[in-house]
């Protein structure tokens, strides 16, 4: 991490005090205000665009402590916190901010960009410290919100799911997408060909998210990309996509009934996360048909592990921990409230880490919340 310390915006303020406490008038001071807030976005932008555009993998010992030197209050804009992944991802945003002494102020739109930019709006005109965003989809919507935080000089990280590029932001908070996705993708493979070594042709279905989702898409990508790195003879073949239209159980069980339903000779189920595999698992129970059946996601649920840890049709997870970039979009902005500390990347990664049943007791937590 990098130290810089923003001493324009300090001389900008003791200017006003020393204006005031020389009996200046009311549009004196209101005019040495607002060229202070101008100076605090230029230095803002400025420093977005200092940051390297180069993404960098960190361990969370690489980030601030977590600890708050001043009394901050910090706007949480959520898209979703119904559904297991993203409500683990805000209570564990919310309880480190909290233990950490910050007033947390919750919102969530249900995935509508239009209503996020409201809500960020709002936080604006409430004078918060920082703001840490879980964008809507279509990020690009969002895009005006930020450059208004900007304008305001007020500091932004993403989590989960990085802006809009070109945005005005500092840096996001992320899984590796595409490699988790890839991850599973071969170990699927992997087991695909030691499960049916005659088989000319070895269908497989897939179960996307949201059509536009980049996040979703990039990990749909990886797990092709990863079936066809293994797979050279090209004997494992995607036969059905299908959307779910959402990231929960119920949508992974209607979408996987309605896939298992037109093709019961499947192999292979792969889903977007993992709650449309534990949504899989259970259709196919329901048709008789999980023993016949893989399946693999990213995300790495304690509902998926169980069904693995259960031998059941679950055997790849790539681990996208709610917690950990939860937990490094908390330390990430309260080292730049505290001390002006910024990252070394716009975008910042952790690890990938694939979970099988040969290491699933390494990961799992019966008393964990997601």
């Known amino acids: 991490m990098k130290l810089k310390k923003l001493f ?56 601030p402590e977590i600890a708050a030197k001043e009394s901050y209050t910090i706007g949480v804009a959520m898209t979703d916190v119904s559904t297991g992944w993203f409500k683990a991802l805000y209570d564990h945003v919310n309880e480190k901010l909290t233990e950490a002494g910050v007033t947390v102020n919750l919102v969530q739109c249900n995935d509508d960009a239009a209503m996020q930019v409201d809500q960020i709006n709002t936080f604006i005109a409430q004078g918060v410290d920082a703001i840490i965003i879980n964008p809507a989809n279509p990020q690009e919507t969002v895009t005006s919100a930020l450059d208004d935080c900007a304008a305001s000089g007020i500091p932004v990280v993403a989590v989960d799911t990085p802006p809009e590029t070109g945005s005005a932001y500092m840096t996001a908070c992320v899984t590796d997408a595409y490699s988790l996705g890839k991850m599973v993708g071969m170990e699927l493979a992997t087991r695909l060909l030691e499960m049916y070594p005659d088989m000319e042709s070895i269908p497989y279905g897939m179960i996307g998210g949201t059509d536009g989702n980049s996040i979703a898409a990039a990990r749909n990508q990886g797990a092709r990309d990863g079936i066809a790195e293994v797979d050279q003879e090209g004997r494992i073949e ?14 992974g069980l209607t979408t996987a009934q309605n896939m298992l339903a037109a093709n019961p000779d499947l192999k292979c189920i792969v889903g977007t996360c993992d709650a449309h595999i534990v949504g899989a698992t259970s259709a196919a129970e329901q048709l008789g048909l999980d023993e016949n059946l893989i399946m693999g996601a990213v995300d790495g649920s304690k509902s998926a592990y169980e069904i693995m840890l259960d031998d059941g049709p679950i055997v790849a997870l790539g681990l996208n921990s709610p917690y950990e970039v939860g937990e490094a979009a908390v330390r990430v902005i309260l080292g730049y409230l505290n001390d002006g500390t910024i990252p070394d990347s716009k975008t910042l990664q952790l690890e990938p880490t694939l979970v099988t049943p040969e290491n699933v007791q390494d990961y799992y937590d019966p008393n964990s919340a997601f």
């Open 8 to 63: 324009s915006v300090a001389l900008s303020v003791l200017l006003i005090v020393a204006l005031a406490g020389c009996g200046g008038t009311k549009d004196e001071i209101a005019s040495t205000s607002d060229k202070t807030t101008e100076t605090g976005a230029s230095e803002l932008l400025s420093l977005y665009d200092s940051i390297s555009t180069e993404t960098k993998y960190v361990a969370m010992s690489d980030l």
């Open 238 to 251: 995607e036969r059905t996509f299908l959307y779910a239209g959402a990231y929960s159980e119920e949508s």
